[in-house]
């Protein structure tokens, strides 16, 4: 019903900058909060940044000052803006949406597939 695609990972030098993209398509009625999570290897699973329906914001303290969230509701697309890039961000990013879809009552979390980003000189 509904697909998350991410775009935008790659190869970035510490200090450097990349913008991540997040799509959502399909049977769409409405999303309310979209977030990035990443997932380095070992490790376990973490939020990186949520934003609401509203543009409100919230971020993890490891990336505060650095990575911006934002969102085009018109496009029912979320973005990840990365300055400033550290080693330790190199992870799988990935794109979370909770989404209504259509002809469905209930509220529901949709993932994307993961964008590799890897941060390294």
């Known amino acids: 019903q509904v697909q998350l695609v991410e775009s935008g990972g790659g190869l970035v030098q510490p200090g450097g900058a990349l913008r991540l993209s997040c799509a959502a398509s399909?049977?769409?009625?409405?999303?309310?909060?979209m977030g990035w999570y990443r997932q380095a290897p070992g490790k376990q699973r973490e939020l990186v940044a949520v934003?609401?329906?509203?543009?409100?914001?919230n971020y993890a303290d490891s990336v505060k000052g650095r990575f911006t969230i934002s969102r085009d509701n018109a496009k029912n697309t979320v973005y990840l803006q990365m300055n400033s890039a550290k080693p330790e961000d190199t992870a799988v990013y990935y794109c979370?949406?909770?989404?209504?879809?259509?002809?469905?009552?209930?509220?529901?979390?949709?993932w994307g597939q993961g964008t590799q980003v890897t941060v390294s000189s």
């Open positions: 934003t609401t329906s509203g543009g409100s914001t």
């Open positions: 979370n949406a909770n989404v209504r879809a259509g002809g469905r009552l209930s509220w529901d979390d949709y």
């Open positions: 399909g049977r769409i009625f409405s999303i309310g909060a």
